[in-house]
């Protein structure tokens, strides 16, 4: 069959010129790099816990500094931090709600008008709390000058603070891509897949189809720019794919199973931040040993956070180089701090035969319904984004637990609100 | 005169990689005669298949479970004779810069009909590889140590090994069941195996695993001395005084 024989060899070639020119793969992700540095500075994202609590944890700091310096004596230190905190507090908490409120719009202005509207906020909470104070006489006021300049010194320090941050994670960016790069796909599943597909062109031509294009869809992935939050079930398709591909090359070996029955799927997640620990897990997991093997995948909404837990097979002696599973985990915790802060974690560790990831990140829904690629949407409403009520694990819907995160709150009313 | 066919044996773990080549070799066989004598999803099972059949060269993956290519390439060279070893492997280049810097054949994934039909011509002409040449090659640790038994090839796993005793030109493998004799030497193996095996004496490793405890024992001329007792085997080992801190540093490690 000469044309069989044409499609392989045109594989071959294909191959060779990868294998050649790896450079090239790598080239489309180096270009955002260099060009993200305009982009930068942001305001920080006050709607993320590690931004409150750095806010809370400073300007209750300056407070005691404050008091310890103003007051006499140690034994006077207490009233002191007690007279400031009750002007402060509310001050404070005010500016933070509003903050809150106003965050997703401070984040498409300009990083200047952005700041001057932080600053202006710190001098209008100021004036309200004291005439609040002034008419209502609840607590000792305080000196309406003082606490102005006070206040737009720590708003600034705060600002200049969230700034050199931003700047030091930036270089971590690029960093952290680069790595992802070298860790993401590793070149030894491409060229296992391409033979592969070519011992199917013969013999199962359809199968080989199929084949080349889950291949295509993943490396569309692996080679756009990844900096947006992508939907998680775009990431889950994408691993549905990975995995087929890991399948026709592994057999009987690699077993897969997936609970995602309380999965919110339009969460939105890091690009890839579930593959390359799939991929882990079949390379130390799976590829060492002779027996087959499971992979299982475990996707479920918990108290305001979609957890992933990824257990594979612990192969104590397997020897492979571990180093690399480090790097993998280290490049998607990293990115999650990137995005999350605070509230994204990742934790490994082994139990009993098992090696397993835990993943945790805050649900925040994708206000666009418009899935990429396109994913069918139901009919009636978006029922099927919803986590189902009380799907395993305990599985809350987001409102019934408002309660204890109020952070999370506003975003999880608009989402219902949506539906 | 009809050549003799030339006897390959394929040895990767994933069926499609066996079966593609597979495929090419029949497409080689048009070029020359081949005959494919087996395929093997390991090392192990190629020394398996080897017991009956014999071939002249074998196409294995690099990284495969059980027992890898460069593990398999070793146990090869104990057989009469040994036959040719072509690597095939997905890995890319810098990862096999040994093997081009001491001239080991190796051919790339996906392999290419021309490349295997070069590598196949050239096979009447190479020579098998040395055990120098693979010692030189970033292998990790082995998991069989082979020993020739009645002109066969037969593999002991590490993990069965209780200890390792060197006699005259041999060494004494000893496992639960029973002994074996190999030809190579304690100091290497001591090397290869350190972290599974300890010394305790001169001519003796003994599997950590396999130690059951120590006891002192008198000897004629009252001098007193550590003897090893071990799980699995009626018998014990003496420690030298060279080698008595073993006796407390394994009491240490089992508190």
Redesign the interface.
């Known amino acids: 069959m000469p044309t069989m024989c044409r499609i392989q060899?045109e594989?071959?070639r294909m191959?060779t010129v990868c294998?050649r020119h790896?450079a090239c793969i790598r080239l489309p992700y180096m270009r955002p790099i260099i060009r993200q540095n305009p982009d930068l500075p942001a305001l920080p994202d006050f709607r993320n816990l590690g931004t409150v609590l750095r806010i809370l944890v400073a300007v209750n700091g300056a407070a005691v500094i404050a008091a310890i310096v103003e007051a006499p004596r140690p034994e006077l230190w207490p009233g002191h931090l007690l007279d400031n905190l009750s002007v402060l507090e509310p001050q404070l908490m005010l500016q933070l709600a509003l903050l809150y409120a106003i965050s997703p719009w401070l984040a498409r202005q300009p990083y200047a008008t952005g700041a001057w509207i932080v600053a202006g906020m710190t001098v209008a909470c100021t004036l309200a709390v004291n005439a609040l104070i002034d008419a209502t006489h609840i607590v000792k006021g305080g000196d309406l000058l003082r606490e102005l300049v006070l206040g737009l010194f720590l708003c600034g320090a705060l600002l200049y603070y969230f700034r050199l941050r931003a700047k030091a994670l930036s270089p971590a960016v690029a960093e952290a891509r680069l790595q992802a790069l070298q860790a993401r796909i590793r070149?030894?599943?491409?060229?296992?897949s391409?033979?592969?597909v070519?011992?199917?062109v013969?013999?199962d031509p359809r199968r080989a189809e199929g084949a080349l294009e889950d291949m295509a869809d993943l490396f569309r992935v692996l080679m756009r720019d990844n900096r947006e939050l992508t939907r998680l079930e775009n990431e889950v398709e994408l691993c549905r794919q990975y995995l087929a591909l890991e399948k026709?090359?592994?057999?009987e070996r690699l077993q897969i199973e997936w609970h995602l029955n309380s999965m919110p799927g339009d969460a939105l997640v890091p690009p890839l931040v579930l593959q390359p620990l799939l991929e882990n897990a079949v390379y130390h997991g799976i590829?060492?040993?002779?027996a087959p093997g499971v992979v299982s995948i475990n996707i479920f909404f918990k108290s305001g956070d979609v957890h992933a837990i990824l257990r594979n097979p612990y192969q104590a002696n397997g020897?492979r180089h571990h180093a690399g599973n480090k790097m993998a985990i280290a490049n998607v915790r990293e990115r999650l701090a990137l995005h999350f802060d605070a509230e994204g974690s990742l934790e490994s560790k082994v139990v009993g035969n098992a090696y397993e990831v835990h993943l945790r990140m805050p649900y925040r829904p994708s206000t666009s319904t418009v899935a990429e690629p396109p994913v069918p949407q139901p009919a009636a409403g978006d029922d099927m984004q919803k986590p189902p009520a009380d799907a395993g694990n305990g599985t809350k819907r987001p409102p019934a637990d408002s309660g204890d995160v109020p952070v999370r709150f506003a975003a999880v009313v608009r989402k219902v609100s949506h539906g | 005169m009809v050549e003799d066919p030339l006897r390959v044996l394929v040895v990767d773990?994933?069926?499609?990689?066996r079966?593609?080549l597979r495929?090419l070799l029949d497409d080689c066989a048009g070029a020359m005669p081949l005959a494919i004598v087996g395929e093997a999803?390991?090392g192990r099972e190629a020394m398996e298949i080897l017991h009956a059949v014999t071939s002249d060269l074998v196409l294995t993956d690099i990284?495969m479970?059980?027992m890898d290519g460069l593990e398999l390439a070793r146990h090869l060279l104990k057989l009469q004779p040994p036959p040719v070893v072509i690597f095939t492997?997905?890995?890319?280049?810098h990862a096999l810069q040994a093997f081009d810097v001491h001239a080991v054949d190796y051919l790339?994934?996906?392999?290419?009909m021309q490349r295997l039909l070069a590598a196949l011509q050239k096979v009447p002409r190479l020579k098998p590889l040395t055990a120098a040449k693979l010692d030189e090659l970033p292998a990790?640790?082995r998991r069989f140590l082979s020993v020739t038994e009645r002109s066969r090839v037969v593999l002991v796993p590490i993990d069965e090994i209780v200890y390792l005793k060197a006699e005259l030109k041999y060494i004494t493998i000893r496992t639960a069941q029973r002994e074996f004799l190999l030809e190579e030497s304690l100091t290497r193996l001591e090397e290869e195996f350190g972290a599974r095996f300890i010394r305790v004496h001169r001519n003796c490793l003994v599997a950590k695993d396999a130690i059951r405890g120590f006891e002192r024992c008198v000897g004629d001329e009252g001098d007193a001395h550590w003897e090893v007792v071990l799980n699995g085997v009626n018998e014990t080992l003496p420690v030298s005084r060279r080698q008595q801190y073993v006796v407390r540093e394994i009491g240490r490690e089992n508190q």
Do not use: C, Q, W, Y
């Open positions: 060899a594989f071959e191959a294998r790896e070149p030894h599943f491409l060229f296992n391409i033979t592969a070519l011992s199917l013969r013999s026709l090359r592994l057999g590829e060492p040993s002779s020897g | 773990d994933e069926a499609p990689a079966r593609r495929e999803a390991n990284h479970p059980e492997t997905a890995f890319h280049e790339m994934k996906p392999v290419r990790s640790a």
